[in-house]
């Protein structure tokens, strides 16, 4: 079963009318979601998951901040950024 699960990052990018419409169709069904992804695929519009990278991440926490602070420490040194 695990195999079939995937880490997804976010943004999640979708035009704007398709998640104006999904938003106001899921919430007016009283569906819940646990993402927009989810809210788009209940429309029945295909979501296409793309390849992201593990240093792309949301500076929510103090800890994230140290945490991106340490990756631009390392991008600096070895690729001159």
């Given at each position: 079963?695990?195999?079939?699960?995937?880490?997804?990052?976010?943004?999640?990018?979708?035009?704007?009318?398709?998640?104006?419409?999904a938003?106001?169709?899921?919430?007016?069904?009283?569906?819940?979601?646990?993402?927009?992804?989810?809210?788009?695929?209940?429309?029945?519009?295909?979501?296409?998951?793309?390849?992201?990278?593990?240093?792309?991440?949301?500076v929510?926490?103090?800890?994230?901040?140290?945490?991106?602070?340490?990756?631009?420490?390392?991008?600096?040194?070895?690729?001159?950024?």
């Amino acid at each position: 079963m695990r195999a079939r699960l995937r880490a997804v990052q976010t943004p999640q990018g979708f035009d704007r009318a398709t998640l104006v419409r999904a938003h106001e169709t899921i919430t007016a069904k009283g569906e819940g979601a646990t993402d927009c992804a989810g809210m788009v695929e209940r429309l029945g519009v295909q979501v296409v998951v793309v390849p992201g990278h593990e240093e792309a991440f949301k500076v929510t926490r103090p800890l994230d901040l140290v945490l991106a602070e340490a990756v631009l420490a390392r991008r600096r040194a070895n690729d001159g950024f």
